[in-house]
């Protein structure tokens, strides 16, 4: 058998120590559509002594590498997050509970902005914007209100319990 017919291009593959038999142009493009052939795989056309890599060689197409190789959380899942800003980010713009004024009293607030060292939230009832260190929080509370949506921000509510703020003391209510 030839290893070219005449006008027709043929190559052969060298990957992982296994070397392909040869193939048309059209079947080398095929390979490489459905992810047989690597990017980083030696190609050799016949008739000639040197390998190319195949992400040189135009009109190869590669398919895109996988976003992720770990498969997603199911929906009912409860996430993970790193850090307390990574939390409470899910939640801006949400309603939220805080204690800033007393120990046992939680207003309702929105949460507005989370910094590097603080998160800011707006109480509506007070007129008020506080700043709050990250330092400051004792807990974070996050409490499914029901079954509704399928995103963990619209069926939980933050609850966030700190250290009460002295400012709060001189405003009656």
Not at 43 to 69: C, D, H, N, Y
Request: glycine share 4%; hydrophobic share 35%; proline share 8%.
């Amino acid at each position: 058998m030839t290893q070219a017919t005449e006008g027709t291009a043929r190559y052969r593959i060298r990957h992982d120590g296994q070397t392909s038999p040869w193939m048309t142009a059209e079947q080398l493009k095929q390979a490489t559509l459905l992810g047989q052939v690597p990017p980083e795989a030696m190609v050799q056309p016949s008739g000639r002594s040197e390998w190319i890599q195949a992400s040189t060689i135009k009109g190869l197409e590669f398919p895109a590498p996988p976003e992720s190789q770990t498969p997603p959380e199911p929906a009912d899942h409860h996430p993970r997050f790193q850090t307390m800003r990574e939390l409470l980010a899910n939640f801006l713009h949400c309603p939220i509970s805080i204690n800033l004024r007393q120990a046992d009293h939680f207003d309702e607030a929105e949460l507005l902005l989370c910094c590097e060292d603080h998160f800011e939230v707006n109480l509506p009832r007070l007129k008020t914007r506080a700043f709050v260190p990250y330092a400051r929080i004792k807990a974070i509370a996050s409490v499914e209100l029901d079954e509704q949506g399928n995103q963990y921000r619209d069926t939980h509510k933050v609850r966030i319990e700190v250290e009460a703020c002295q400012a709060f003391t001189a405003t009656g209510d």
